[in-house]
Structure formats: structure tokens, C-alpha cells
Nanobody, 122 residues
Framework: QVQLVESGGGLVPAGGSLRLSCAAS????????MGWFRQAPGKEREFVAA???????YYGDSVKGRFSISRDNAKNTVYLQMNSLKPEDTAVYYC????????????????WGQGTQVTVSS
């Protein structure tokens, strides 16, 4: 049974930083591309970042230069370092896994975590 468990969310003032973690189990982690998405109330799910099996990274335009995605294959964990946070970054952040091929499209991911809330106060 595949499980993706996010952690690290919380309340942070504007300009602050958070690091999200997503621990994966039940899958061969090195065979999966990993992604982070977010969804704010009343809005569609938005692509944030993705990391390929070999480590290549991709970012949504709204987070480029502020967020950084990384993975630790020994720990079956993917991270999202979020710096210079803005109130518009407030959302539930989801981790997702897709077999082999990296994609920016949420519909193409195979597995999802339950999400972690990030709230940025102004």
C-alpha cells in the first residue's frame, strides 16, 4: 500500500520560511518522479514544483526563485523549501508521485498525500 505523508506545514509571517517533507512508503522511490501542488480555498489545484528521478527540477512561475524542491532517495523523502513566503502562498500543499516520467499536470500523478496546511500571515 502506497502512502505519502506530508509534514512541516504551519503558520508563518510574510517573509518567513518553511520546509515541507513528504515521506513515501510502499513504492520503489527511485522509480518515481515527485511533485508538490497546492490548493487555496475556491481555487484550482496549482503546480508548485517537481523533481525527476535523476534530480532535475521544475517550478511553477509563482514560486521560481523562492522555493526549492529536493529529494533524499536513501530516506524515501522529498522536500519543499519555501522562502520569502507571501500571503498568496497560503494553501493546502500536497505531495504526489508519478511512475517514471516527470509531469506538471496533477491528473497524471499516481499517488497523493493527504496535504498539509500552510498559512502565511500579512
Amino acid at each position: 500500500q502506497v502512502q505519502l505523508v506530508e509534514s512541516g506545514g504551519g503558520l508563518v509571517p510574510a517573509g518567513g520560511s518553511l520546509r515541507l517533507s513528504c515521506a513515501a512508503s510502499g513504492l520503489t522511490f527511485t522509480m518515481y518522479a515527485m511533485g508538490w501542488f497546492r490548493q487555496a480555498p475556491g481555487k484550482e489545484r496549482e503546480f508548485v514544483a517537481a523533481i525527476a528521478r535523476y534530480g532535475g527540477t521544475y517550478y511553477g512561475d509563482s514560486v521560481k526563485g523562492r522555493f526549492s524542491i529536493s529529494r533524499d532517495n536513501a530516506k524515501n523523502t522529498v522536500y519543499l523549501q519555501m522562502n520569502s513566503l507571501k500571503p498568496e502562498d497560503t494553501a493546502v500543499y500536497y505531495c504526489a508521485a508519478r511512475s517514471r516520467v516527470t509531469t506538471l499536470f496533477s491528473s497524471e500523478y499516481d499517488y497523493w498525500g493527504q496535504g498539509t496546511q500552510v498559512t502565511v500571515s500579512s
